[in-house]
Each structure stands twice: as structure tokens, then as C-alpha cells.
């Protein structure tokens, strides 16, 4: 029943993405790629992300990248079925940690299964390599997720691509934060004297990864002034309130707070512009 109230929703947002990355100014004072031209305009691409601030880094990606992003996310958030159809249709699928139960782990390569025809449509997937997330502001030990679909790729003879990025934050639980997203070098499958070794491979492949993304976190953030964020929150302040208050209540203690507030603003702040537009009808 709830899917199917947000549905209209999620649909528009899909559709008006653009519209989105407007409200991220809202919620950002900046943000900053450096070497966006590493991500190939085209072809099977495979993301390999840090992870430091929950299902908001996915956001942040499939609302400032140009491509298309199918994200890999934690499979205990697809429980519910209206929130399953729900990040379906925002192109999340599920994988399962360990921790999570034994029995859904074999769901995982029904996930795989999906990526493989991703790429063999010339898709691009984002992978969290670190598999975790604890608002960590240096990298977490790898897993092996990310090395796996890249050697069943390569051996099936797809020309994938894998690139490196690394995302830092200047905060986690507020808004007007400052975003990194640096880009680091193409990992190929010419890289490797042989894909087809399993677990050397698996090393050697993590070993150079990692060495890519502990280049790639930054916390040395622009100092740039933006004022049409510190206009904008004037303006716009009881949506901020509200997400600031509502997030905080329901996030306690957990990762969430800026995937939850920023969900709200996506929501809250149309339809507060229109009650505004409302209202000036009304009484200008």
C-alpha cells in the first residue's frame, strides 16, 4: 500500500533527475570531483566506491554522474517488499552480509547473476568495496565482493572497466556539508598476469584497489563561499527544520541521518515551493 503512494513519487524523480541535483544544492554547500573524465562515457563500467555515509553516497552518485547507475546496496534493507519494489525501481539491488542470516546468502547470485547482464548491456554498477559503513573517515579493510564479479566478468570475456572513487564528507549529520569525490585510474583486466587463479587473484587484485582508494580520500575541502546555499536556507528554513528534527528522531545512533534528510527534502521542499506559490495567489 505504502509502494504504491510513493510510486508517482519515485517515478517523477527518476524522470526529473535534474530536479534533484537542484535540491542537492540545498542540501550542500559543494561538491567536487576530481578526474570525472576516468569514468568511461560508455561500455560495462564497475564503480568501486568507499562507503562512509550509508545509502546517501549512492544518491549522491546517481544524481551527479551523467550515467546511469545500478547500486549494490545492503540486503537487509529489501525486507519489506514495498521498500524492495521501492529501491528497485530506484536501481538498487540487494546483497547480503554474513551477519544478516546464513539463509539469504545464496540471493546473492541471483544479484551477480543481474550485474553479469548489466555489464552485458554496456551498464554501469556501483560497488561498495569496504561492504560497511560506520561514518569512517579512513578506509575499511576490503572485501572481496569487488574482485569476485570483476574475475567472473574478465573470464567471460567482457571488456569491463573498473574505476576507483573515493568519497569523503565534512560532516555526517548535518546539512551545508562539503563533498570529495575523487576518481582514481582505470583497473583492467591487462593489470593482471592471470584473472583465472582465485585467490591470488583475489589478493592482488584488493592490494591494488586499496592502494587506489586510500590516494583518493581527501579531506582537504574548497574553501569556497557559496552563498546561494546560506540564501537558500533563509528561505527554505522550516524544511530544514523539519528534515533536521524528523531525521534526527529516527536515525538515532545509526548511519542514516543524511539519506534520511535528504529523502525528506526530495519530498518536502516541491511541495513547500508550492504551498509558498499558493499562498502568494492567495494574498498578493
Known sequence: MLYLILRPYVRIILHFFANVRIILHFFAKNWTYTNIQNIPKSGPVLL?????????????????????????????AF????????????????????????????????????????????????????????????????????????QKVWQDGIDLKVVPLGL??????????????????????????????????????NQKLETQLK???????????????????????PVYALCTAVSRKLTKGTVFFDSIAFALMIFLLPIYWVLLVVILCIFV
Not at 94 to 118: A, I, M, Q, W
Not at 192 to 204: H, R, T, W
Not at 216 to 233: G, K
Open 48 to 76: 568501486a566506491s568507499t562507503h562512509p555515509n550509508s545509502f546517501f553516497d549512492a544518491m549522491f552518485l546517481a544524481v551527479t554522474l551523467r550515467r546511469r547507475i545500478w547500486s549494490l546496496a545492503r540486503g537487509d
Open 79 to 150: 525486507r519489506k517488499n514495498w521498500v524492495k519494489r521501492l529501491l528497485t525501481s530506484l536501481y538498487m539491488m540487494p546483497v547480503h552480509r554474513l551477519s544478516e542470516g546464513k539463509e539469504h546468502l545464496g540471493d546473492n547470485d541471483d544479484t551477480f547473476n543481474k550485474c553479469y547482464e548489466l555489464f552485458q548491456k554496456n551498464e554501469m554498477v556501483l560497488i561498495f568495496s569496504e561492504g560497511l559503513c560506520t561514518n569512517q573517515t579512513e578506509l575499511l579493510p576490503l572485501k572481496k565482493g569487488t574482485a569476485r564479479l570483476a
Open 168 to 205: 569523503t564528507y565534512d560532516s555526517f549529520d548535518k546539512f551545508g556539508k562539503k563533498i570529495n569525490a575523487n576518481v582514481g585510474q582505470v583497473i583492467q583486466k591487462t593489470d593482471f598476469e592471470e584473472v583465472s587463479s582465485g585467490g591470488l587473484f583475489l589478493k592482488n587484485f
Open 215 to 237: 590516494s583518493l580520500i581527501s579531506h582537504q575541502f574548497s574553501a569556497n563561499t557559496n552563498l546561494i546555499y546560506y540564501l537558500a536556507y533563509i528561505f527554505n528554513f
